[in-house]
Nanobody, 115 residues
Framework: QVQLVESGGGLVQPGGSLRLSCAAS????????MGWYRQAPGKERELVAIISSGGSTHYAESVKGRFTISRDSAKNTAYLQMNSLKPEDTAVYYCKLVLVYANYWGPGTQVTVSS
């Protein structure tokens, strides 16, 4: 069984920064990609950023130039560095691990951007 645990969320002022972490544990084989998604109240869950097994990345237009996704394969951990945060970035952020045979989601971490 695979488990994901996100950390690093919290309350930050507009313009501030946060770094989210997603640690995966268990039997991890056939890694395809790892990504961050977010869901704001009353809205659908949306892709924020994704990193593939080869290291290529993809970002939502709304976060390009502000967010950076990275991965430490030795630790089975993905990171999301979030800079220049805006109130509209407020959401629950979820980590998703995509393997050849299954997908896994973390429980989420709350990010609130407010003065």
């Amino acid at each position: 069984q695979v488990q994901l645990v996100e950390s690093g969320g919290g309350l930050v002022q507009p313009g501030g920064s946060l770094r989210l972490s997603c640690a995966a544990s268990g039997s991890i084989f056939g890694f395809r990609n790892m990504g961050w998604y977010r869901q704001a109240p009353g809205k659908e869950r949306e892709l924020v950023a994704i990193i593939s097994s080869g290291g290529s990345t993809h970002y939502a237009e709304s976060v390009k130039g502000r967010f950076t996704i990275s991965r430490d394969s030795a630790k089975n951990t993905a990171y999301l560095q979030m800079n220049s945060l805006k109130p509209e970035d407020t959401a629950v952020y979820y980590c998703k691990l995509v393997l050849v045979y299954a997908n896994y989601w973390g429980p989420g971490t709350q990010v609130t951007v407010s003065s």
